[in-house]
């Protein structure tokens, strides 16, 4: 989700309100994703480099995401979504922490979509922190290093029960990843779209989708 910034910078208006025409823009997109039937979404809504933003801009993002978790959790709830937050949330203190843990065990069971927020997420750090967890197991002496393939890799990954993406979007223009789940996309389908994130809406997600489905997956092999 990309181009807040730009968003409120041409109209004239503060930074923080591009942030709040972002929320709007990532209700309309879970939305979407629920009529598409999309089982899986995740959203990078703050990377671990976010941190390097103001100490303003970082506490109107804070209070913009538990707004969000206070007025729109329940009906997300309702409507069977399933709330799971990978990254380092712990970053954003305490309570902010522990009201994110109540939301993912609130939602534990639902299954229609899974809801995946990236909150202080970073690709890297997620990846050597996998790897440290696996060297700890060796070191214990109940892992061999010969057993470790991709498929324990993977399930050592903080995305261990959600399935690799089929498509990764970026809003705003930039063609990058800016370490956003490198692991699991592999073999994702990419693209980037020149809507600024606050401007997304149904028919960006109808399109993507459109655009997804021409594309001809190979995994490496040869087209039928
Ligand atoms: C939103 O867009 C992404 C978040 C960190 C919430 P930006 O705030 O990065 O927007 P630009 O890149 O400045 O336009
Ligand atoms: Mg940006």
């Not at 979407?32 to 959203?43: D, F, K, W």
């Not at 609130?106 to 990846?127: D, F, P, Q, V």
């Not at 440290?132 to 393939?149: C, F, M, N, S, Y």
């Not at 990419?190 to 960006?204: A, T």
Request: net charge neutral; with cysteine; hydrophobic share 35%.
């Amino acid at each position: 989700m990309d181009g807040n910034g730009r968003w409120a910078r041409a109209r004239g208006v503060p930074v923080a309100h591009g942030h709040r025409e972002g929320g709007e823009a990532v209700q309309r997109c879970v939305r979407a994703a629920m009529e598409h039937g999309v089982p899986y979404l995740t959203l990078y809504a703050f990377s671990s480099e976010n941190w390097r933003r103001s100490g303003e801009e970082i506490s109107e993002l804070k209070g913009l995401m538990r707004f969000y978790l206070r007025h729109r959790f329940r009906e997300l709830d309702e409507q069977g979504v399933q709330l799971r937050i990978i990254g380092d949330p712990q970053r954003f203190g305490g309570n902010f922490y522990q009201e994110l843990r109540r939301a993912e065990e609130k939602t534990r069971h639902n299954t229609r979509l899974t809801l995946s927020l990236a909150l202080s997420y970073g690709s890297r750090a997620e990846i050597a922190g996998a790897a440290r967890h696996l060297a700890e197991q060796v070191r214990a002496g109940t892992l061999d290093p010969g057993a470790i393939d991709e498929t324990l890799f993977a399930g050592a990954l903080q995305t261990y029960d959600v399935p690799d993406p089929d498509l990764v979007m970026r809003t705003s223009g930039e063609s990058r990843l800016s370490n956003f789940l490198l692991w699991q996309s592999a073999y994702a389908e990419l693209l980037f779209l020149d809507v600024l994130w606050p401007d997304f809406g149904e028919k960006d997600f109808a399109e993507a989708m459109k655009r997804y489905m021409r594309r001809q997956r190979r995994f490496g092999g040869r087209p039928e």
